[in-house]
């Protein structure tokens, strides 16, 4: 596999690899899975940003000061190899627009020796249906996602395998990966010996976290006007939203001060949203059309009302 991924800036990122998998169930509802996988990141224009250099800082390498607009000549390529384990629930009622049961999940990978980063990435979903009435036309949902990664062998969690939230899949009302810690800019007039001389310049790319952790409350209705004849394939819902994402390992200094940037370690900083979704199970796939209203947020953030999305329902 191969994917091609912009970062903050001008940071481009490639990545590739190859992996294999082995699931098999151990019960009815349970199920494991087994993997190994390689991955070869390589980022190139690298743009002078806080957490891109103190993560390469943390591997030895320390980019030659230059001027915002030039090339720091920064690149930088690592090859992992993981082992990873996951377990799954599911007692759902049924496959889509379910009414009733459990659906969770719990996977990790962790760095094998050889690999050039040293570190370990949980992540944790679960989504309970309880049904309000006797036909289940009235169900209540709760949704609960959360991730932590952390370093080894005092080594630090690349930023590129960061945590991010927002979007019609996430916490709506927010634009796609958008929540959460964002990028700083080092401002060099190309006179520093070192970038912690250099001032930052706050922005609002966001560039992820080691920590995560989303809420979705969902009550789903009837839908309006609609025949029960097509209330199989159309779900209607009311839903709140709240999300945070954060970095464990983050630290102010006077740099970061004098800019103006907040704690970006502190896990308060919790975005809420409410609105409305419809999701339809078209003839050419699931369609999720959601409307939301951000009603907490902060400096940054990038609010998006209307969000669609197409091949994924909740």
Known sequence: MMLLMRMPGATTSRAMGLGSTLGFPISENNSLNLGLDYVHNRLTNMDPELTTWRYLS????????????????????????FASLGWGYNDLDRGFFPRAGNKSSLSGKVTLPGSDNSYYKLSFDTAQYLPLSENKRWVWMERLRAGYAGGLDGKSVPFYDNFYAGGSSSVRGFSSNTIGPKAAYYRCNGSESSYRACPLDASSDAVGGNAMA??????????????????????????????????????NTAQTLAAGIPDYGDPSHIRL?????????????????????????????KAEQFQFNIGKTW
């Open 58 to 81: 943390s591997r030895g390498i320390e980019p030659s000061v230059v001027t915002k607009d030039g090339d720091s000549g920064a690149k930088y390529s690592a090859n992992d190899y």
């Open 214 to 251: 989303v809420l979705n409350s969902e009550f789903i209705i009837p839908t309006p006007f609609v025949n029960d004849k097509y209330a199989d394939s159309l779900r209607t819902s009311l839903f709140v939203d709240a999300g945070t994402v954060w970095s464990t390992s983050w630290h």
């Open 273 to 301: 949203s409410a609105g409305i979704a419809v999701q339809w199970m078209s003839p050419l796939g699931p369609l999720v059309f959601s409307w939301a209203e951000p009603f907490k947020k902060y400096d940054g953030d």
